[in-house]
């Protein structure tokens, strides 16, 4: 199942700069202590893994625990070497990937 | 029914003791969390410094504490942090998130939102390329713990 995703990667940027990336993926992160109207338990539901990769390489990479808040965000810079591909991708428990990507131009 | 000195002392002892061995509630506590730490770490010292923690220190909603963590270093391909663990000590479940960077990342420096049952302290540990680890705590008070409907079950 795919969630909803908000990121934010700057369209261009200076060679050498350090520009500010955010990523937010919609996503309940139940973390199983809470119970519906009826009193029964609502099972664990989170994103496990979150990983943004740029340039052929890993920037950022999160292994998520059910104490991270609802919709998890990430805040994080990476350093603009070369014109390219953002890409951003989380994985569920059941395994299932979201992704998302934004291309930045280094000028 | 009349109650004599010595019934009602002892009967007044045993509801002491009953008290005194009531289990206590089951909040994960500084045990586990160390346990946790040494799962992911071992026995290896930990000196404190080089990490900073930003966080609110009071947190109005468990449910969405903002966290800031910066770590002083240079962040080149030999000189970089390889993960950041963070653990909220009293968290039914402490560990909250481990971080990784690559030495591409420009800064060692992210943010992120996360879940306090309560007011607690936050640990962050942050562990270099040349395998040091470094630490830093901050405690955040809290008004309303993110997990109320567990502890209304209990």
């Given at each position: 199942?795919?969630?909803?995703?908000?990121?934010?990667?700057?369209?261009?940027?200076?060679?050498?700069?350090?520009?500010?990336?955010r990523a937010m993926i919609m996503h309940p992160m139940e973390n199983g202590f809470r119970v519906?109207?009826?009193?029964?338990?609502?099972?664990?539901?989170?994103?496990?893994?979150?990983?943004?990769?740029?340039?052929?390489?890993?920037?950022?990479?999160?292994?998520?625990?059910?104490?991270?808040?609802?919709?998890?965000?990430?805040?994080?810079?990476?350093?603009?070497?070369?014109?390219?591909?953002?890409?951003?991708?989380?994985?569920?428990?059941?395994?299932?990937?979201t992704t998302a990507s934004a291309p930045i131009e280094v000028t | 029914m009349s109650l004599s000195r010595r019934k009602a002392v002892s009967s007044l002892g045993a509801t002491l003791v009953a008290i005194a061995l009531r289990p206590m509630r089951s909040f994960a506590g500084e045990v586990e969390t160390l346990a946790a730490i040494r799962a992911l770490f071992g026995e290896k010292p930990?000196?404190?410094?080089?990490?900073?923690?930003?966080?609110?220190?009071?947190?109005?909603?468990?449910?969405?504490?903002?966290?800031?963590?910066?770590?002083?270093?240079?962040?080149?391909?030999?000189?970089?942090?390889?993960?950041?663990?963070?653990?909220?000590?009293?968290?039914?479940?402490?560990?909250?998130?481990?971080?990784?960077?690559?030495?591409?990342?420009?800064?060692?420096?992210?943010?992120t939102n996360m879940r306090l049952s309560g007011t607690q302290d936050v640990i962050a540990i942050a562990e270099m390329s040349d395998a040091s680890l470094w630490t830093a705590q901050a405690n955040v008070l809290v008004t309303v713990g993110a997990c109320d409907s567990m502890l209304m079950r209990r």
């Open positions: 199942m795919a969630f909803n995703t908000r990121i934010r990667v700057p369209a261009t940027a200076k060679a050498g700069e350090i520009v500010e990336i519906d109207t009826q009193g029964t338990a609502i099972p664990v539901d989170i994103i496990t893994d979150f990983v943004c990769s740029y340039d052929a390489a890993e920037i950022f990479r999160v292994r998520l625990e059910p104490g991270l808040a609802a919709n998890p965000y990430f805040s994080f810079f990476l350093k603009a070497t070369r014109s390219g591909v953002v890409e951003f991708a989380w994985t569920a428990q059941d395994e299932s990937v | 930990m000196q404190t410094g080089r990490v900073a923690l930003q966080l609110p220190s009071l947190a109005e909603s468990g449910n969405l504490v903002p966290l800031t963590i910066t770590v002083d270093s240079p962040m080149t391909e030999t000189d970089y942090v390889r993960r950041v663990c963070i653990f909220a000590n009293r968290n039914p479940r402490p560990w909250i998130a481990a971080v990784t960077l690559g030495p591409k990342a420009a800064k060692a420096e992210f943010s």
